[in-house]
T-cell receptor, first 112, second 112 residues
Framework: GEDVEQSLFLSVREGDSSVINCTYT??????LYWYKQEPGAGLQLLTY?????DMKQDQRLTVLLNKKDKHLSLRIADTQTGDSAIYFC????????????FGTGTRLTIIP | DADVTQTPRNRITKTGKRIMLECSQT?????MYWYRQDPGLGLRLIYY???????NKGEISDGYSVSRQAQAKFSLSLESAIPNQTALYFC???????????FGQGTRLTVV
């Protein structure tokens, strides 16, 4: 079955860039997602990338996709304290008819 | 008001008891999901429903059942709760026309 893996923890100094990595196994993935979970809250979609793209930029967020290596990354520029959260990578393989497979989540801690 | 509402938000129950978690949505989406979140394991899919007459098992459906009472309502039942069902449970919705899944705030369930 599908498998999505992430590191559990990442610590970054305020103002630096954060890079959160994810690997997945399903080569038929159509969309790859990054969700953010703040303490005590549900998940919110941050951004997504279609599998035929290799990069997407949205303000401070940059998503890179290496489809050959099945590797996805999320870069957050100028990391702020409000970026402290758990970040989940997820993959779906059929637009509009999908059940998402989530990674373990990476807890991002910001060091002042 | 939240688009996806889960009740209760917190619940402590005893081993062997039957418990129902409820989810309602105002987004008009046809697809609804129940996920379970455990530290270090990410979100795992319990059950999903693509419309009122459609119910599908996810990767960890044993010990759980669901009911899709209406397009807007999807409930999760634990027929006989056990301690390893202690977790954070999330309901989510999506629509075939969009790529984003919308999550409720979560229900923290403790089985003692």
């Amino acid at each position: 079955g599908e498998d999505v893996e992430q590191s559990l923890f990442l610590s970054v100094r305020e103002g630096d860039s954060s890079v959160i990595n994810c690997t997945y196994t399903d080569s038929s993935s159509t969309y790859l997602y990054w969700y953010k979970q703040e303490p005590g809250a549900g998940l919110q979609l941050l951004t997504y990338i279609f599998s035929n793209m290799d990069m997407k930029q949205d303000q401070r967020l940059t998503v890179l996709l290496n489809k050959k290596d099945k590797h996805l990354s999320l870069r957050i520029a100028d990391t702020q304290t409000g970026d402290s959260a758990i970040y989940f990578c997820a993959e779906g393989n059929n637009f509009g008819n999908e059940k998402l497979t989530f990674g373990t989540g990476t807890r991002l801690t910001i060091i002042p | 008001d939240a688009d996806v509402t889960q009740t209760p938000r917190n619940r402590i129950t005893k081993t062997g008891k039957r418990i129902m978690l409820e989810c309602s949505q105002t987004k008009g989406h046809d697809r609804m999901y129940w996920y379970r979140q455990d530290p270090g394991l990410g979100l795992r899919l319990i059950y999903y429903s693509f419309d009122v007459k459609d119910i599908n098992k996810g990767e960890i459906s044993d010990g759980y059942s669901v009911s899709r009472q209406a397009q807007a309502k999807f409930s999760l039942s634990l027929e006989s709760a056990i301690p390893n069902q202690t977790a954070l449970y999330f309901c989510a919705t999506s629509d075939r026309r969009v790529t984003e899944a919308f999550f409720g705030q979560g229900t923290r369930l403790t089985v003692v």
